[in-house]
Structure formats: C-alpha cells, structure tokens
C-alpha cells in the first residue's frame, strides 16, 4: 500500500523550502515535488538577495517583518550561515516626484510598526560615501531591512528539512491529478503517484500551467530580469541601494554589497519583456553599469564577474496569490510573488504551517488581502 503524505508540496523554491521545514516542525509526513535537479534551481538561484519589509501594503509587510526576524537569527538558531547583513535598503531621491510618492506612504509604514524614516543628503552620503550628490535631496531608509545569500539559504531550508523526515522527489514533472469530487486525492507524476491529504502550490514560474492541469486559470504571467555579480572588494557601503528612476530601456535598478565584497546588482526592464527566456541579452550590462556610475562613481574600476537573467512571476496588481482555492477544499496556492519570493519565503513558510495544522487566525487579513479571488485593482507602490 502507497504512502499517504499530510502534504504535498509542489516547488521546491523560495516558498516551497521553507514551507517544507516549518510543516516538518509540526510532525506531518511531507512531500516536495520538484521537475528540476536540485532545491533553489528555479527563481532562487536567480535572486540577488534583498530582504526588505518596505512595502506598501499590510501582507507584505507583516510577512516579511517575520522573514526578517527568522533570518537574521538563522545562524544563532541553527548554526547555519546564510550571510546575513543588516545593512538596511536605500532609496535615494533626484526627483520631486520620487519624493513625493516615497514620503506619501511613510505614515502608512510607520503604523506597520516599521522603522523606515526620510534622511537628508548628508545622511545619504555617509551611508553610501562617493554616491553623486548633485540634486541629490535625501531618501528613504529603513534600516532593519538587509540581505542574505539565497543559495545558501535554500540550501540550509533543504538540509533542515531532509533532517525533519521530508521526501524530495526531484526530476519529476506533475502530469495530472487524481481527484474525485472537490478533492485531490493523489498528485501524479512522470514517474508516479502520490496519495496526499492536502496539496500547496509553490511552482513559481509554473504556477498557471500548474492550476491549467485543475482547470483552474491563475493569474502569475512571468517575465525576465537580469542580474549580475563583482569581484570582491573591500566593503565601502552596507545598505541595498534603490535607484527608482526611469532609464532608457529599464525602471528602477538596485545594487549592495554582499558578504564577500562583491557588488551584486539587478535591473528592471521598461517594458516588461514577458515569456520565460532566461538567455542574457546584450542590453542589460552596458545600460545598467551607465546608471549606476551615474549614482556612485567609484563603481568604476570594479570588474563585472558574470551576469544572468531570472524569471519574475508576476501578478496585474505587484502582490502575491496567496489563498485556498474554492474549487478544491484540500488545494492551496502560494504563487505569483512578482521576483520578491526570496524575502518573502521565510516568513510565508512559517506563517502557512500555522495556518495549516493550528489554524491560527492571526494571519486572516494577509489571505483575505492576497486572496487569488481578489480584484487585482490596486498596485503595489514598491514593488
């Protein structure tokens, strides 16, 4: 006779990794379903590292007050290093609008219960020392934000989770479900069956194909960033540095310093380039040096190690699908996190179990506010 699995999650990612430990935790029989090798191959091995609770929206915020929490006392709690640094998250600001839309949500932030405030050039310039100061007129700051390896990250969720007794099943493609009624009863794969209770799922960039397999139309449309990496250096700055203002072909741009010195920076194409091409392209690297020797000139003589392209599975509105589905009373998506599951992860996975197996109801308004079933209207501000 098969196993019966509590859980059957299906990603092996940001948000399935660490959902997969905290479920542990709770003594249930968990499965990870993963098509590609290895845990963290999908979106997280592209994912540069920010975790910041600056959003502009409750669920967000809430959720990644918690992933901060859970990550900077990794190491302490496990013995794991995941390269933590606190080191805050930057937005400097050249334009009046800029500082008109940041400052415009503070109040809203502030009674999140986040320490987030405007600072002066000054300021500016003593946190990221050389950054241009020509019609620089302050910023945003927030300084419990910060960064952490993804890589390592994922790979700690993964070891913490085999020691707790989950099941991998990697290089298995979901092909279907075995349902009866408005329940799942099994997940199959390419390689077979899985009788399971409850089915979550954290397929990322394959979410919509994964809810097409149930009838189910979500609305994650992915699209493709690209990042790249430094050689190390002497640590000159600590905060991740947000640049919101329009390039030629790009929005918004980002960098930090990481553990080991290295500048690690990303950029956000304008227009979207949707699809699922993950080839670099010869566009990004000489566009997003030109910005950021623009903002910190002393970037200049860094060289560039290697750059690489990422999906970002994204939503009309910028905010995570996150909710039970109506059609399946054992079916629950946790989708759709718009490039930010790294920072979010931590915090989900540990807010889910308690959901899950306590049915806390503290969370209520984090999944009547990222509902799947919701109108997709409004927009987040920051994301």
């Known amino acids: 006779m098969k196993k019966t699995y509590d859980f059957c999650i ?21 499965v990870v379903i993963d098509m590609l090798a290895s845990p963290g191959r999908g979106q997280n091995r592209s994912a540069i590292g920010g975790i910041r609770a600056t959003h502009s929206d409750n669920a967000k915020i809430k959720i990644c007050k918690e992933s901060i929490r859970i990550i900077s006392n990794f190491k302490d709690e496990h013995g794991i290093e995941v390269d933590w640094i606190q080191g805050g998250y930057l937005f400097p600001v050249y334009d009046e609008m800029i500082e008109r839309d940041l400052k415009s949500i503070l109040d809203f932030q502030k009674s999140c219960g986040l320490n987030i405030d405007w600072v002066g050039p000054k300021d500016v310039g003593e946190l990221v020392p050389g950054i241009n100061s020509d019609g620089l007129r302050g910023g945003i700051y927030s300084p419990e934000d910060g960064h952490a390896s993804p890589l ?6 993964y070891l913490l989770s085999c020691r707790n007794g989950v099941e991998f099943r990697f290089r298995e493609k979901v092909t279907g479900f075995d349902r009866k009624g408005g329940k799942i009863r099994a997940v199959l794969t390419d390689k077979g069956d899985y009788p399971v209770g409850f089915v979550v799922n954290c397929a990322g960039a394959e979410a919509r194909e ?46 930090y310093q990481n553990a080991e010195g290295q500048i690690v920076f990303c950029m956000t194409p304008d227009p979207v380039i949707p699809g699922k091409d993950i080839d ?8 997003v040096t030109e910005r950021m020797l623009n903002l910190l000139p002393r970037l200049r003589s860094i060289r560039v190690r290697r ?18 589905d109506v059609n399946y009373d054992n079916l629950f998506h946790a989708v759709g996190m718009c490039g930010q599951g790294f920072m979010i992860g931590p915090g ?11 049915n806390n109801l503290e969370y209520s308004d984090i999944l009547d506010e990222l509902s799947p079933y919701r109108n997709f ?7």
């Open 10 to 30: 299906i990603g092996a990612g940001s948000i399935g990794l660490p959902l997969s430990y905290y479920l542990s935790k709770k003594g249930v029989a968990v």
């Open 210 to 255: 994964m809810g097409g397999l149930l009838g189910i139309d979500l609305p994650v449309y992915p699209d493709s960033h690209e990042g790249g990496i430094t050689e190390p250096v002497k640590r000159f700055f600590y905060p991740m540095v947000v640049d919101l203002r329009k390039g030629p072909t790009s929005a918004n741009y980002y960098f």
């Open 377 to 383: 209207d409004a927009e987040e501000k920051l994301k």
């Open 280 to 287: 670099c392209t010869s566009q990004f690297l000489p566009e």
């Open 348 to 358: 989900l996975g540990k807010i889910l179990s308690e959901i899950f197996i306590e």
């Open 307 to 324: 750059t690489w392209r990422g999906l970002y599975p994204m939503t009309p509105d910028g905010l995570p699908v996150v909710g039970y």
């Open 152 to 157: 390592k990250t994922a790979d700690a969720y």
